[in-house]
């Protein structure tokens, strides 16, 4: 069985478990997740773990994104991109710099309404089912971080940019916004993801590439190791006499463990076994004055 993580370049007319599946008859293996699900329109960077990296996707998926896109002003869709039905096309009447100047304005914290096109569940029920039978509820606003938007491009009624944004953003939402501020309304024609936390667009493969690797035996060069996500936190090894407390997941005196150290609060640590194998990431717990075990790795 494979472990680690393949950044995936999903194509458009995908859905994320169309890819899953995809995955699954390609390295035959049933254990396989994403993270940060993608509509089946848009493209690009789509995180998969797989083995025991299935146990960080719930980590990943609150990674910072950025996203390329493209809307179209003077129309709005129940879906609020162009997959949709029409429900309006209005008169734009804005300029270049007018529209520069709105979108820019959304830059920061902003409480947003999700589309009823979402899979977010509202008294049990997914969203878009609801829609989908003619139905719609009231949303309550989540609030979202715009981090930046750069590299405006009009040509009106088009205008594509790049934004980057906090987790649970839906930039089908941005776009209707958008489109609400100048007062002709707007939806999404386009959208590219180009990075999720630091997985780029640049390093992800089509199903058609891994499949390829695959056959030929060197699909083990793009997949990522697990304990890559972690490379940021120190490294501890378990001494051979504390050996089975880590296989039990159970917690850690900082005498278990070497080289000495003297945690912070909250610290994480990529904890090894004395095979030298990855096993666990553990939280120092300043209170207990152990290390917690977080999230465990080991086969």
Do not use: W
Request: hydrophobic residues 35%; negative net charge.
């Amino acid at each position: 069985m494979y472990n680690g993580l393949i950044n995936v370049y999903k194509e458009p007319g995908f859905t994320s478990m169309d890819v899953i599946a995809v995955l699954r008859g390609i390295l035959g293996q049933k254990k396989i997740g994403h993270t940060g699900t993608l509509d089946p329109a848009a493209e690009g960077v789509l995180l998969v773990c797989l083995g025991n990296a299935t146990k960080l996707c719930d980590m990943l998926e609150n990674h910072d994104k950025t996203y390329r896109c493209t809307m179209i002003l003077g129309r709005t869709t129940d879906t609020e991109d162009t997959t949709g039905t029409v429900t309006g096309e209005y008169p734009v009447n804005a300029d270049d710099v007018s529209v520069t100047e709105a979108i820019k304005s959304f830059i920061g914290d902003y409480d947003q309404i999700p589309p009823m096109y979402s899979a977010i569940k509202v008294n049990g029920k997914k969203l878009y089912d609801i829609a989908r039978s003619g139905g719609e509820v009231e949303r309550k606003p989540r609030h979202i971080k715009i981090f930046d938007i750069t590299d405006i491009v009009t040509d009106l009624p088009r205008v594509s940019f790049t934004v980057s944004c906090s987790k649970g953003t839906y930039i089908r939402s941005l776009c209707r916004d958008i489109g609400d501020n100048l007062s002709c309304g707007g939806c999404m024609e386009k959208l590219i993801r180009i990075k999720a936390g630091d997985f780029d667009i640049s390093t992800s493969l089509k199903l058609d590439e891994i499949k390829k690797l695959a056959v030929s035996g060197d699909i083990n060069e793009s997949v990522i190791p697990t304990e890559k996500v972690f490379e940021k936190s120190p490294v501890l090894k378990v001494k051979p006499e504390y050996a089975k407390l880590i296989d039990n997941g159970n917690p850690l005196m900082t005498d278990c463990v070497e080289p000495a150290i003297i945690p912070d609060k909250g610290q994480r640590f990529r904890v090894y076994n004395t095979n030298n194998v990855f096993v666990a990431t553990y939280i120092f717990d300043t209170e207990k004055n152990r290390l917690m075990p977080e999230k465990m790795f080991l086969q």
